[in-house]
Nanobody, 113 residues
């Protein structure tokens, strides 16, 4: 399994932007499909976006056109650029190494005026 550390969460107003980062512990990161998930209070954890080792992406319908996932294999890091944030995007966001396993500890994103 990979060890993963997220950063970049915080408080932002509706319509604002945040970029989340997830740094992996080993270079085998490059062979993993990586995903961002989120869990809001009282709800199940859900997939937000994923990116394959080859760079193919997939998004939840609720974030299409607003969020963008990307990766930098040289830095063993995956990113989630979040634009046009809404209150319903408020959740703890987790990074996951889908192929070989591993979850980050989560980072809180709060969208509120």
């Amino acid at each position: 399994q990979l060890q993963l550390v997220e950063s970049g969460g915080g408080l932002v107003q509706p319509g604002g932007s945040l970029r989340l980062s997830c740094a992996a512990s080993r270079s085998s990161f490059r062979f993993n499909t990586m995903g961002w998930y989120r869990q809001a209070p009282g709800k199940q954890r859900e997939l937000v976006a994923e990116i394959t080792s080859g760079g193919r992406t997939n998004y939840a319908d609720s974030v299409k056109g607003r969020f963008a996932i990307s990766r930098d294999n040289a830095k063993n890091t995956v990113y989630l650029q979040m634009n046009s944030l809404k209150s319903e995007d408020t959740a703890v966001y987790y990074c996951r190494a889908i192929t070989y396993g591993g979850w980050g500890q989560g980072t809180q994103v709060t969208v509120s005026s």
